[in-house]
């Protein structure tokens, strides 16, 4: 493939994950953050700081999954690796 | 990659709409830390032995429904030749 039209793609495909990142986390603190009383159309300032906190939090929870399957991966990768070199001795 | 990412998020949405429950502080919390690590390390887990499982089960499965398939068709024969048009004698 073209390199140009890989990074494209990779691109195209960045966004898009970001704006389903975007949704799902908006879902999560809505759930959160906003009881489903619908009286006033202003939100308190409880509701206001949970939601900057909650995108907060729902952006480190992000990054350090992102490490922990990286990490996971990794180590997969190594024991196919060791089992695939230890039936190849064999 | 685009399903190992689309993994990745939900994976990011489920842990977090378990482990994270306080939202009095900005900062994650030790408790959620080490709820998170263990959440991914579930999934990634049960990820792995589901696809191990559906791999191992979908064969015999798909092999059934061809079985299944071909004894319905063979019984019934070929279809029948549409009978010959009523001028063409």
Known sequence: MDPLRAQQLAAELEVEMMADMYNRMTQACHRKCVPPFYKESELSKGECVCLDRCVA?????????????TELSLQDEELLKRMQQGSGSA | LRDFLLVYNRMTELCFRHCVCNLNYRLLTGREESCL???????????????????????AL????????GALAGPSGPPASPEPAPGSA
């Open chain 2, 62 to 69: 798909l092999q059934r429904r061809a079985a299944e398939h």
């Open chain 1, 57 to 69: 939090k729902y952006l480190e929870v992000h990054e350090r999954m992102g490490k922990k399957l």
């Open chain 2, 37 to 59: 690590d263990s959440c991914a390390a579930r999934l990634v887990r049960a990820n792995h032995r589901l696809m191990g499982t559906y791999v191992g089960l979908v064969p």
